[in-house]
């Protein structure tokens, strides 16, 4: 017989449930749950499978009717897909929140400083703290935003940055940085919200900081913007239209902020000035919070096959006319390669030291490096610089060798396009495994949202939880079949 | 409002529009052709073609005019552009993009109605009939309209809402009186069955009863006429929809009664002149299928001149 009380609760869907090894969000060790997860766990401890089963399907059949779906790209024809959502909330107490909180707000005031200096005098460059041939030579740094006034000096007004937590140390640390258009906060809005519909009477056990301010907090931001005050600007939000996986999320943001969500051919520039095209004539834009990537915003600047272009807008917004957020040229802060830099930045900038710890990352561009990773590639993940959403990745210990020569050809002929880090055992929260039936414990990451008026940093509690659906798979994109939960940040510790 | 989204207002609510008379084309006359054994296939279903305006197509698609083939070319084909099947799947693509304008009750519902219809499997309809499926349809539509109207500001929207169905509804009426009227009689070995096939068009849009009502006679093809083409008061009347166009069209444009405002407007106006003071008896003297072919001309170019207007003008930058 057990001597642990909460061990004899142990019920159907807990049954066989195993650590694993790492780190466990839910349980201390093997059947003793953490404190702030006892309620949570009590709760689940009274439910049967099958009365699991019947919420979970509500919850589904929720997501199905509002149309809460993604598309997937490379099955050659973009496929609607449900985006899948665990029941199981990944729970954080006020205080490892509070830490996160300081040490996010910190990172995206760096990452704009770096930003407004890289676009600006360069003193970073000049004083020899990275390397100017990495900035320069990287694919999302845009030559025609120096010099640029961007308004109010703010680059980075959204910021979805990426934590793991590591479970060798139990340590939530930055793995990566997106600065240009992260996506995802709408499933974080409409996460809780079926969250609450489904599992009320656990959810009531709880203090959970709300979340619903999110829109809000981005409309005021936008609204500053405006280059011809706060009270007369037009904001619309550019989607690239319909086809796009995040089209959803566009839609509901610019829904839920009442602002007009405009595609390319809605828009027109003349003289300087952008208009969109409505049924009396022109009307006047002021601020674009645009969801569109930098190359394809101006066929006149950039890409000139892009579908989705607004011809002269980089124009107007060089002339101070429009502005963007978020600002054009940010893929230079978050590429793979500059965020080795970033601890750098926030000493260099803020004369602090960072309070959240980066992940060990290997520059190909060095030649030291270069020849460790290529030594060690069945042990590392390989990342393509640029790219973002899991795609150009290589996972060492998964791969076989045919992808691992693969790699090796591609970092050999390109090293700048390509760094490594080692292998990060994700943490897992425990998560409803539709085969068997019962608990399996997933990887998961956190991606918070920040939001950057030029003065303070809001980050919306919580973030998107993703979770690798898939055992022992440590993806968690959505477009490569990854799910999400719900995150509850705490007003206490449990 | 932004001319792309006033363009998807009008086009979900025509293809709502168009997927419900056609639904209701198939349930009516389906199970009454069923009973008429005495004609064959093709005299039966034909129709049925003509008056969905897809008669060319079909002719591509299938050798053999039969009550299933019929059945599955209008209510599941995706490669008929007017099946219900893609009519409900274009409604929601365009509702999709405008997601952010519609209310989040009208996506739902439109929505649901696409996974619904979906949800069927057409081997298994075509066996069981059309009814089930085509309910489920007509339903979708009235849950469409009674959402609409409950949920979304009655606002320059709606009103492109309005344009768009009943547009789509006189075209549609008029095309069913077409179909109809160009049956010829003398094909039919039965004197009866003509009133039959005149009795299914009034089903079709709802009208017998209130026939009935009005008229206190048998099926007679003049005054089934009369009704769906100059009644003021049938909301499936052309001249009531026209009606419809035309208050909605002045709601847009601010203008009053006695002037217009743009070339849409003008040819309303223009249409609706005839059908107030245009008598029954006149367009059967002049031809019912002219007439019919007129009004059908006109109601798709007050449709482009809305588009000309509000949707792609000409910008000049």
Redesign the interface.
């Known amino acids: 017989m057990s001597a642990n009380p909460a061990h004899s609760l142990v019920p159907g869907l807990f049954s066989g449930y195993d650590c694993g090894g790492f780190y466990d969000e839910m349980f201390a060790s093997p059947g003793i749950p953490r404190p702030h997860y006892l309620k949570l766990f009590q709760s689940l401890a009274a439910m049967s499978p099958a009365q699991f089963e019947e919420r979970r399907k509500l919850a589904d059949l929720s997501f199905l009717l509002q149309g809460i779906t993604f598309t997937v790209y490379n099955d050659g024809r973009g496929t609607e897909r449900l985006f899948p959502f665990d029941l199981i909330p990944r729970i954080l107490p006020w205080r490892e929140w509070d830490h996160v909180n300081r040490g996010l707000s910190q990172r995206v005031v760096a990452l704009n400083l770096f930003l407004k200096d890289v676009y600006g005098p360069q003193k970073i460059l000049k004083d020899r703290r990275i390397p100017r041939h990495l900035v320069y030579s990287c694919r999302n740094f845009r030559r025609e935003m120096i010099g640029v006034d961007v308004p109010l000096g703010i680059y980075t007004h959204i910021c979805g940055i990426d934590l793991v937590r590591d479970s060798k140390t139990g340590e939530l640390c930055v793995l990566e940085d997106n600065a240009r258009t992260p996506s995802g906060v709408s499933y974080v809005l409409e996460n809780r919200l079926v969250m609450t519909r489904t599992l009320p009477d656990a959810f009531q056990e709880y203090q959970v900081q709300p979340v619903g301010h999110y829109p809000a907090e981005l409309a005021r931001i936008l609204r500053s913007l405006s280059p011809r005050g706060g009270q007369e600007g037009s904001i619309v939000l550019l989607t690239p239209g319909i086809f796009n996986s995040a089209y959803f999320e566009h839609s509901f943001l610019a829904q839920q902020m009442g602002i007009e969500l405009v595609e390319g051919r809605d828009l027109i520039v003349d003289g300087g000035v952008v208009y969109m095209k409505t049924i009396r004539g022109l009307s006047r834009v002021d601020v674009i919070y645009r969801r569109v990537d930098d190359e394809f915003l101006d066929s006149l600047s950039f890409r000139a096959d892009s579908m989705l272009s607004v011809p002269g807008l980089m124009a107007a917004y060089r002339a101070g006319n429009v502005a963007l957020a978020n600002a054009v040229g940010n893929g230079v802060a978050d590429d793979k390669a500059i965020y080795a830099f970033v601890p750098e930045f926030i000493r260099y900038y803020l004369g602090e030291e960072p309070v959240l710890r980066s992940v060990e990352t290997f520059l190909c561009s060095r030649p030291d490096d270069l020849r460790y990773v290529l030594e060690h590639l069945p042990e590392l993940v390989v990342k393509a610089t640029g790219e973002s959403g899991g795609y150009g990745m290589l996972i060492g210990p998964r791969a076989d060798k045919a992808r691992i020569e693969e790699f090796r050809q591609c970092i050999q002929a390109d090293p700048r396009n390509y760094i490594a880090q080692p292998v990060v055992p994700l943490s897992r929260v425990p998560s409803y495994d539709q085969n068997t039936g019962a608990m399996g414990g997933r990887h998961v990451d956190l991606r918070p949202y920040c939001l950057y008026d030029g003065d303070k940093v809001t980050i919306v509690p919580g973030g998107l939880t993703r979770v690798a659906l898939q055992r022992g798979s440590l993806v968690v994109n959505s477009s490569q079949g990854g799910g999400s939960k719900d995150t509850w940040v705490l007003f206490g510790e449990s | ?4 989204i ?1 363009d998807s207002l009008f086009w979900l609510a025509r293809y709502i529009e168009r997927a419900e008379y056609t639904a209701r084309l198939l349930d009516v006359n389906f199970h009454m052709l069923l009973e008429q054994t005495q004609q064959t296939e093709l005299l039966r279903w034909n129709p049925l073609i003509v008056m969905a305006g897809e008669h060319e197509r079909y002719g591509h698609m299938y050798d053999e005019v039969t009550a299933k083939n019929v059945f599955e070319f209008l209510a599941f084909r995706e490669d008929n552009p007017s099946s219900i099947v893609q009519c409900v799947s274009k409604a929601r ?1 365009n509702a ?6 519609i209310s ?1 009750e009208m ?2 519902d439109i ?2 109605l696409y ?1 619904i219809v979906n949800q069927f499997n057409p081997a298994d309809e075509i066996s069981t009939g059309p009814h089930r499926f085509c309910t489920e349809v007509k339903v979708g539509s009235h849950r469409f309209h009674g959402v609409t109207e409950a949920t979304l500001p009655h606002d ?1 929207g709606w009103e492109f809402l309005r344009v768009g169905w009943s547009l789509e509804r006189a075209e549609m009426t008029a095309r069913l009186v077409d179909g109809q009227g160009q049956t010829p009689v003398e094909q039919h070995p039965v004197p009866a069955a003509d009133n039959y096939q005149w009795m299914a068009v009034l089903k079709s849009v709802g009208a017998f009863e209130a026939y009935h009502r009005q008229y206190h006679s048998s099926i007679e093809p003049e005054k089934v006429a009369e009704m769906l083409i100059l009644n003021p008061l049938h909301p499936r009347s052309i001249r009531f929809s026209m009606n419809e166009v035309q208050s909605s069209l002045r709601g ?1 444009s601010g203008s009053g009664p006695v002037n217009y405002a743009n070339e849409a407007e003008r040819l309303t106006g223009k249409v609706l002149e005839r059908l107030r003071y245009d008598t029954i008896g006149e367009i059967f003297d002049r031809g019912l299928h002219a007439y019919l072919k007129e009004l059908m001309v006109m109601a798709n170019e007050i449709g482009e001149a809305i588009a000309r207007n ?2 792609y ?1 000409e ?1 000049v ?1």
């Open positions: 409002m932004l001319s792309r006033a693509e999709r993009t405008i997601r952010d304008r989040r996506w739902e929505n649901g996974h320059e847009i509000y949707f003008y910008v930058a």
